[in-house]
């Protein structure tokens, strides 16, 4: 028997390479609404509500307008904007972390900067290699494509327009998610930035272990993540230090996270590092990936790896 899924903003970035994902599938059918429906509330609605599953690829306001056109208790969420990532009632749809999303009617997809941060950083809170209270910072840089219609657009329209350095309000909307879910006391610097790629992120995470409380080693670091994820076909702790790391403008699609640790010939310092799709592991592939698993599928299915 198939889920009936219906993606809510199917049109957009998002909702297309879910789409993708689930094309072919005999396990899901496709509840999909003519062009001159998509907007149209009644026949949301009814979509909505005729769904197994309901995946939001829509803006924050949106999509809890969407929630509210639910009117029963059997439809489940995914909720592929950051209207829901810390709010009460909703699990956070980050298997390899232990959230159960198995179990859960309302999962919020993870925010891409987050999905690095918190693979990195999660695992070494919970270890106590890593004090809850320390001052961490997050550096990060990804594909244009993250910034939705508005920066592709404006990316794609302007040639001269390569990097773009932003946040600096230091009330970036993925913030609160990283504190929450990796149990810090002080929410991290966040330092975001956009190059002119459609894909693909960096997200780097330094710390300066001399100074820490308790003097982490590197060594440690590595092997309480790769322990971590030892079980994961998504998340891959790499052994090896390469001399450099880069986002590739002619990417393909991957749902693929990837985590480094490199540290300094003395010890006293350790960059952390994730790479990923944001458009995959970051976005669409995650959304896949919690389907998958609230469905009772193979939670890999669809997946590019």
């Not at 209207?83 to 997809?109: C, K, M, Q």
């Not at 961490?136 to 657009?153: C, D, H, M, P, R």
């Amino acid at each position: 028997m198939s889920v009936a899924v219906f993606i809510d903003g199917a049109v957009g970035t998002t909702g297309l390479e879910i789409r993708d994902r689930l094309t072919g599938r005999d396990d899901v059918s496709l509840i999909v609404l003519d062009d001159d429906q998509r907007k149209d509330v009644d026949a949301r609605r009814i979509a909505l509500n005729d769904s197994d599953i309901a995946i939001l690829c829509l803006p924050d306001d949106a999509a809890k307008d969407a929630v509210a056109l639910i009117d029963n208790d059997r439809t489940r969420v995914i909720d592929a904007s950051s209207a829901h990532r810390v709010a009460n009632g909703w699990t956070y749809g980050f298997p390899e972390l232990g959230f159960d999303v198995a179990a859960a009617r309302f999962v919020s997809n993870p925010g891409c900067y987050p999905t690095g941060f918190l693979a990195l950083v999660a695992p070494l809170i919970r270890a106590g290699l890593i004090s809850a209270d320390w001052p961490l910072t997050v550096n990060a840089v990804s594909g244009y494509s993250g910034g939705g219609k508005a920066l592709i657009e404006r990316v794609e329209g302007d040639p001269t327009l390569a990097f773009r350095d932003y946040g600096f309000a230091l009330s970036h909307k993925h913030v609160p998610e990283m504190q929450l879910h990796a149990g810090l006391t002080y929410a991290p610097v966040f330092a975001p930035t956009v190059t002119r790629a459609f894909r693909g992120m960096i997200v780097e995470v330094p710390l300066p272990l001399a100074a820490m409380p308790g003097k982490p080693d590197a060594d440690a670091i590595a092997n309480t993540l790769s322990e971590f994820f030892a079980d994961s076909r998504v998340v891959t702790v790499h052994g090896d230090r390469p001399d450099e790391l880069l986002i590739d403008v002619d990417a393909v699609p991957s749902d693929r996270l990837d985590l480094y640790v490199f540290a300094s010939p003395d010890g006293g310092q350790a960059r952390l590092v994730a790479t990923l799709d944001n458009l995959g592991k970051g976005a669409s592939g995650a959304a896949v990936q919690s389907l998958n698993i609230m469905a009772g599928a193979d939670p890999h299915e669809g997946l590019v790896l």
